[in-house]
């Protein structure tokens, strides 16, 4: 029998060839990890795969493209997800976002481009108060693209399997499309609480001034906006260490712990059940009296463990050295059961004599592996004479160094743009996922950033600070003037969900590497990362990263049984690389789905495969390949393209090995 292999790949490679040209509006699915601008080219994608674990968030945009007559009155709506026998994933755990614009004058680094970015993610019914928001309707511009954002969360008791659901969007004039969302979620769970520790900053009178237009808000005003915040920072994830009101100091501890005790336990009614802060910042004055009835309290009720002061900011440009060693002798002194933490690295903290005053070391990550002549390549192994003594811990942070701060004496120390992690806006989605993966490399334990409502007042239009776009901007004012609605809240920026995205990869790193192969994960992160001033812009190579860990981790996991005659992959061994399967001839050709990698930042995502709806779709929403009849042979090379990408996609396809107890 003849080998259909050449004939399959001049199919794959006559349907590459043959473009699509979008002339009436068109609407397909897409990954997570592209940023789509007002001048993205349609696709005729309108199906994207997802893999999730339990309690896990995942992912997928849905993008519309006006072509010469645009689209108005543009709704949206995805019912639910259908799963194994009668389960449904609905309600709170699918929410739809229309992602909102902003138009930066000045770019965060040399050569991105000045223009509209998005970012603001306006939801449908927001995931806080629960109440009907304005994301629809709205309009496309002609030959302009715009697009929704998709969250699904994965309960923890769903059983693992395949789910399917359809996204349905129309328009006036009975536009209708449809992209259809295939999840598999695998037999694993990720924790509600995240194992890498964060503190993001927040200061107060920033979201007083930005929800009420004053700067004087009294604490009963703010403590249910600062209570909201905190919730969508947990269920992102991350905690927001210092959100709490200043005066009066001491608080009342009974309303303290009325108000954030449930954040700081677990009980408070977020999506992740059980979510806890990670990190808890006294926030009042540096004397004695106070510190130690703040640490009393804290030990009282279990949460001292979490609870923190800084010691100064970036010595020597924020605090003298001097009077960091003064704070720190008095907290040892009057509080010793709090621990310290301190913005620096190791050289200063030896050089000034600080390594038995601060427990936990805050080093940037342009200082723990970096190009500057005084931090060329990793530093870790500088910092473990100090991890040696108990107690102490390494965490990092990203500022402004890493784009070029450009004031004063703080001048940049690296080339702005030379590829750190980024939480700027106009930078790549890979750029704001990769922090998490920089730190389980370099073995710290959590993360600090210096503010997330440094610009909330005026996020839906200007966030530039400190010569970036959204430097310290992570949340928009979800006021109803803004967003629709009765009730103030939060809303996320795109970055927060690639933060998110971020963390639940470290569970993954740290999964594999618990599971028993170290090794292998280090492996996958590295290879994905050579160093933290390399970060790619290629969204897919993250995807097929994550796709490599869960794979790996399910091998670890999976029931052992006595004919197996198999033992793990040797780590250290070469292997075939995620992205490909190895075919009977010993060859390798492209997985589907995830594992496939894709385009980078800008091009076509990769967790969206065409299928043969995908024709249809494109016929219908008048795109054309330049004739009838080269459209519709087109549409019969991707029909059998995709018959015979199913017949590898049935082998390809993750395997659910038995619930362990």
């Not at 590295?526 to 796709?547: C, E, K, N, Y």
């Not at 080269?630 to 396809?653: K, P, Q, S």
Request: proline share 8%; net charge negative.
């Amino acid at each position: 029998m003849p080998s259909i292999r050449p004939f399959r790949a001049a199919l794959l490679s006559l349907t590459v060839a043959l473009p699509v040209y979008a002339a009436g509006p068109a609407v397909w699915g897409e990954g997570m990890m592209v940023k789509v601008r007002s001048g993205t080219a349609a696709r005729s994608a309108t199906e994207v795969r997802l893999t999730a674990a339990r309690n896990e968030f995942v992912s997928f945009q849905v993008a519309l493209q006006g072509g010469d007559t645009g689209l108005k009155g543009v709704r949206a709506k995805l019912p639910a997800l259908e799963g194994p026998g009668s389960t449904t994933l609905t309600g709170p755990d699918v929410t739809l976002y229309r992602q909102a614009l902003v138009t930066t004058k000045q770019a965060s680094v040399a050569g991105e481009s000045v223009g509209a970015w998005p970012d603001g993610l306006v939801p449908d019914t927001d995931e806080i108060a629960g109440e009907t928001r304005s994301a629809f309707p709205f309009d496309v511009p002609a030959k302009e693209a715009r697009a929704l954002w998709v969250d699904v969360h994965v309960p923890e008791d769903a059983p693992p399997g395949d789910y399917t659901g359809t996204v349905t969007v129309e328009a006036d004039g009975g536009f209708q499309r449809q992209v259809t969302a295939r999840l598999t979620v695998v037999d694993a769970a990720l924790p509600s609480t995240s194992s890498l520790s964060s503190a993001f900053l927040l200061w107060p009178p920033h979201v007083c001034r930005a929800h009420t237009g004053r700067e004087d808000c009294t604490p009963e005003e703010l403590q249910p906006l600062l209570t909201r915040y905190q919730r969508m920072a947990l269920e992102h994830r991350f905690t927001l260490s210092s959100l709490f009101p200043r005066k009066p100091w001491p608080p009342e501890w009974s309303t303290f712990d009325a108000t954030w005790g449930p954040y700081l336990d677990g009980t408070a009614p977020t999506r992740l059940q059980g979510a806890r802060m990670t990190s808890l910042e006294y926030v009042g004055p540096l004397d004695a009296a106070n510190l130690k009835d703040f640490t009393a309290h804290m030990k009282q009720k279990g949460w001292l463990d979490r609870a923190y002061v800084q010691l100064g900011d970036e010595p020597p440009y924020g605090t003298p050295f001097a009077q960091v060693r003064a704070t720190g002798d008095l907290v040892r002194q009057a509080a010793p059961g709090l621990r310290t933490m301190l913005t620096t690295n190791s050289r200063e903290l030896k050089a000034n004599g600080l390594e038995d005053a601060v427990d936990t070391a805050v080093p940037l990550v342009n200082h723990l592996d970096g190009t500057d002549a005084n931090f060329r390549g990793d530093q870790r192994g500088t910092y473990t004479n100090f991890l040696e003594r108990p107690g102490t811990a390494l965490w990092m942070y990203q500022s402004c160094m890493s784009h070029g701060c450009a004031y004063g004496t703080n001048a940049p120390e690296n080339k702005p743009g030379a590829g750190w992690p980024s939480y700027m806006l106009d930078r790549s989605a890979a750029k704001a996922r990769a922090m998490e993966w920089v730190t389980f490399l370099e073995g710290a334990t959590g993360e600090l950033y210096y503010q997330s409502v440094g610009m909330l007042s005026t996020a839906w239009t200007d966030q530039y600070r400190f010569n970036g776009n959204g430097d310290g901007t992570l949340f928009y004012p979800g006021t109803p003037q803004a967003i629709g609605g009765k009730t103030d809240v939060p809303v996320a920026s795109l970055r927060l969900k690639l933060i998110r995205q971020g963390m639940q990869d470290y569970e993954w790193l740290k999964a594999v590497s618990d599971a028993g192969d170290p090794d292998f994960a280090r492996k996958v992160a590295r290879d994905l990362i050579p160093a933290a001033s390399r970060v790619t812009d290629d969204g897919a190579a993250f995807d097929a990263a994550r796709l490599k860990l869960i794979q790996r981790y399910e091998e670890l996991t999976a029931p052992q049984t006595p004919d197996a005659g198999t033992t793990p992959q040797d780590a250290g061994t070469q292997q075939p690389d995620a992205g490909t399967q190895t075919s009977a001839d010993g060859g390798t050709e492209p997985m589907p789905d995830e594992a496939a990698g894709g385009p980078s930042q800008g091009a076509p995502g990769s967790s969206s495969d065409v299928t043969p709806d995908a024709v249809d779709d494109a016929q219908a929403g008048g795109c054309t390949t330049g004739g009838g009849g080269t459209a519709a042979v087109a549409g019969g090379l991707l029909f059998a393209a995709w018959a015979l990408g199913g017949m590898r996609r049935r082998h390809a396809r993750v395997t659910v090995p038995a619930r362990r107890k």
